[in-house]
């Protein structure tokens, strides 16, 4: 497949994922403001912190390694091999669930059954929903490699919907039942996002056309596990790289999740304040998981197509590394563009937005400091997500290997760090420690990017500058919008309030104005990749 034809779906897929993100993250956005007003802050806190550690802990361990090694492979593979490796995550998943289980009921303390009842059937439900969910990975994937946006849109999209509305009505009819409510709502989820994929493929391979694509089985039951003509039940090349990528992922994930670890075994907050600082981190996390999140699950499978792993780019066929060097550029241009205004306009604007949310429970103390740091980190993970998608679809596997080395070496700086920290600033040491690991690994990212095009001509790095005018208008909003807080805000009435959102909208309109005049080769870049997503009379 040519790399502008992969360029095309990759710009789809993340369109497409951009507008999921939004509706998962104005449901979330919402939610979290309903159940504010009718459950404890320690429930939330165990909820929230707790017990989707546990989840999404079991999650990425069983399943993230493959499916990025998965994910890796060209058109011609043997995909019964392929799927037989992926149906590996369902026991790993079961392994996981019940180590880590064990380790939550035995291990961790325990909340006040008074203060949060049903604890342990929170953690067996939300291990159960773990391993549904991986059920439903070899389908997942095989969507994902044949580009079917329209499946994942609305696997997701039903999904979450269902298990909010459920969320809210048990909220509001049965509060009593504590995490009874966000148990059955979390496995009624995993439940509804499997079923659409086997009802997908279902419908799929029993139609007489099943798809435009050419899929690699013809019947349900050939996605089950079995033996090939060949004798051989699994990818042994993917299953190394799996294994490469599983040993990365463990550090990852430490470094992902790293402040729920260490709020979660070494206590450095109560139960209440967990459940403030996740608001917190929620809120502050919405701009970059709407827009970023999907742009990186997309374009790392846009760079693992196009780029070949074992060849430097001056090996590869030089049409395919050009269309990779010019999508990176637009990348971190664009990350950069976005992680700074929203640095520059959330520092003015933390507060009003916590009051608006949450009340003076979340804009008084802590909250605004937090969140006014959190707008910091969101530039540095806009540049992170775009240097380590492009850097893990190009590394080799003993590149790969090598970075775990350093992952290692990250991880334990931040879990340190993050403890320190934390004693010293309180829950803003948790930013802080992100922070400072999430510099090192762009610069390790950044220097991975250098050498890979350093024979080459292309230089995609150099989006990382800005023009004297756009910095300039960067500057001046951020003192204008500081000035506008001071004077108009929160403590001076809604009249007040008003005219600093009006002040921060003229300020975010000459800034956009001058990102439009500035810089054209971006603007290129978005107008025809969203003008081909357009042009596509339906998702595949």
Known sequence: MRGQEVLGQAARLASSGLLLQVLFRLITFVLNAFILRFLSKEIVGIVNVRLTLLYSTTVFLAREAFRRACLSGGAQRDWRRTLNLLWLTVPLGVFWSLFLGWVWLHLLEVPDPNTVPHYGTGVVVFGLSAVVELLGEPLWVLAQAHMFVKLKVIAESLSVILRSVLTALLVLWLPHWGLYIFSLAQLFYTAVLVLCYVLYFTKLLGSPEPSRHTLPVSTMTALLPSITRSGAFINWTEAKLTWSFFKQSFLKQILTEGER????????????????????????????????????????????????????????????????????????????????????????????????????????????????????????????????????????????????????????????????????????????????????????????????????????????????????????????????????????????????????????????????????????????????????????
């Open 261 to 540: 670890y260490v709020m979660t075994f070494l206590n450095v907050l109560n139960f209440g304040d967990q459940g403030v600082y996740d608001i917190v981190n929620n809120l502050g996390s919405l701009m970059p998981r709407i827009v970023f999140q999907p742009i990186e699950e997309s374009f790392y499978i846009f760079f693992a197509k196009v780029l070949e792993r074992e060849k430097e780019a001056t090996q590869q066929k030089q049409e395919d590394v050009a269309v990779a060097a010019v999508v990176l550029e637009s990348l971190l241009k664009l990350a950069l563009l976005t992680g700074l205004t929203i640095t520059v306009f959330g520092f003015a604007y933390s507060q009003l937005a916590l009051d608006i949310y949450g009340g003076t429970m979340l804009s008084s103390g802590s909250g605004p400091v937090l969140l006014r740091t959190y707008s910091l980190y969101v530039l540095l993970l806009a540049i992170n997500g775009v240097t380590e998608c492009f850097t893990f679809a190009a590394m080799s596997k003993e590149e790969v290997d090598r970075y775990n080395g350093t992952m290692l070496a990250l991880s334990c700086s931040f879990l340190v760090a993050a403890y320190f920290l934390t004693h010293w600033f309180g829950s803003v040491g948790f930013i802080l420690a992100n922070c400072f690991n999430m510099g090192i690994r762009i610069t390790q990212s950044l220097s991975f990017i250098y050498r890979y095009f350093r024979k080459s001509s292309h230089r995609p790095l150099t989006s990382l500058s800005l023009s004297p005018a756009l910095l300039g208008v960067f500057v001046l909003s951020g003192g204008i919008t500081r000035v506008s807080e001071v004077y108009l805000c929160c403590e001076h009435g809604w009249l007040a309030r008003l005219a600093h959102i009006a002040v921060g909208t003229l300020c975010l309109a000459a800034t956009l104005g001058t990102i439009f005049l500035t810089e054209t080769k971006l603007i290129h870049f978005l107008r025809t990749q969203l003008g081909a997503s357009r042009l596509s009379s339906k998702w595949t």
